[in-house]
């Protein structure tokens, strides 16, 4: 059984692009939140995605969004790229009747030069 | 606001010592609470959790936490460290009618001595 995936694994990008992420979650599982974690912090909660729809969303910028496929998977996408975005970026899966108790996957590393 | 606070950012133990990593919490309810432990090139792995019930939590890998209403802790406990036991290790708080975010601490980074 696989756990949640991400790809890709590492990511460098410059100021002012667009990049996307994507993230398959836990096989069973149908809600996908997304977390930023800079050096040295906890993880920061971006959104969460049931349904193919935002449910909630933590304090960032519309920059940053996201999207939920049919089968589950999500992207995050983030515009307009700063040197502030450079981040590991966690999906975590989850299903409705448990949302607390999230799986994460190993992260995207996003460094923006 | 609410706010998860982790006292110690880094702790270093030796092998077989015992250790206790603290996590207090500032929320006006009883929330659900986690610890999770990443490890380098990792993601995040969930340890154990407090939603209700008895406030002593057994977990994984022969952790355990203690909820503790009147402190605002939820202390994470282990008799006898192994060296694998050296990673990051973050508490999270989950918000009661909230249930779609959990709200991190900083993380205590622990070191185990040979």
């Known amino acids: 059984d696989a756990g949640v995936t991400q790809s890709p694994t590492h990511l460098i990008k410059t100021r002012g692009q667009q990049v996307t992420l994507r993230c398959s979650p836990k096989?069973?599982?149908?809600?996908v939140s997304w977390y930023q974690q800079a050096l040295g912090q906890g993880p920061q909660f971006i959104f969460q995605?049931?349904?193919?729809?935002?449910?909630q969303r933590g304090n960032f910028p519309d920059r940053f969004s996201g999207h939920q496929f049919p089968n589950y998977s999500s992207e995050l996408n983030v515009n307009a790229l700063l040197l502030g975005d450079s981040a590991l970026y966690l999906c975590a899966s989850g299903s409705k009747g448990t949302d607390y108790e999230q799986y994460f996957g190993p992260g995207t590393r996003l460094t923006v030069t | 606001a609410q706010s998860v606070t982790q006292p110690d950012i880094h702790i270093t133990v030796s092998e077989g010592a015992s250790l206790e990593l603290r996590c207090n919490y500032s929320y006006g309810a009883t929330p659900y609470l986690f610890w999770y432990v990443q490890s380098p090139g990792q993601g995040l792995q969930l340890l154990l959790k407090y939603f209700s019930g008895d406030t002593l939590v057994q977990g994984i890998k022969g952790f355990e936490a203690e909820f503790k209403r009147s402190q605002s802790s939820f202390n994470l406990r282990k008799p006898s460290v192994h060296w694998s036991d050296a990673a990051e290790y973050f508490c999270?708080?989950?918000?009661?009618?909230?249930?779609?975010?959990?709200?991190w601490g900083l993380g205590t980074s622990l070191a185990v001595n040979p």
């Open positions: 995605y049931y349904e193919e729809e935002e449910r």
């Open positions: 096989s069973g599982h149908d809600t």
């Open positions: 999270a708080v989950g918000l009661a009618g909230n249930n779609r975010k959990l709200i």
